[in-house]
């Protein structure tokens, strides 16, 4: 009886913590900056104005809200660009401290919401619950 319950929560053990996780494929390196897609260009600026933002989350697995990056690490900084309308493009600090340009691509979609997963978990520990109970009351039926 042991042998079925440890073989039964090996079961339960890989269906809630499956091993498929891998990263996100994007189709651009970008940063979001109030609400809105900034797609990275291969132009660098020189004519900055000033700061307006940085990253406050850095992930190339997941999308998150906020002034999220996908190719640049928390901190990196935001600037207008002279002449240049916010609207359109702003710059972002590039690695090797010069400015590259980025271009308003429109609204970010922020995180995803499928909760396919949660209501896997749900199930399957309601499930769990289920068979538990009914284990406590057969141990306790053959006690009396």
């Not at 600026?45 to 999308?63: N, P």
């Not at 600037?79 to 010069?98: F, L, N, P, R, W």
Request: charged fraction near 20%.
């Amino acid at each position: 009886m042991r042998r079925n319950h440890l073989i039964f929560f090996i079961l339960i053990t890989s269906l809630l913590f499956p091993g498929n996780l891998s990263a996100t494929s994007w189709a651009n390196e970008f940063v979001v900056w109030h609400g809105y897609v900034y797609v990275i260009s291969d132009e660098y600026v020189t004519d900055i104005h000033k700061k307006i933002g940085h990253v406050t989350v850095y992930s190339d697995m997941a999308t998150y809200t906020g002034n999220y990056s996908n190719s640049y690490k928390k901190g990196t900084k935001y600037y207008s660009i002279k002449g240049i309308s916010t609207d359109e493009a702003i710059a972002v600090q590039h690695k090797d401290g010069k400015f590259i340009k980025a271009n308003r691509d429109g609204k970010f979609k922020g995180e995803n919401t499928d909760y396919s997963g949660l209501v896997r978990n749900v199930i399957i520990i309601c499930l769990l619950a289920i068979l538990v109970i009914f284990l406590v009351r057969n141990r306790y039926k053959k006690r009396t």
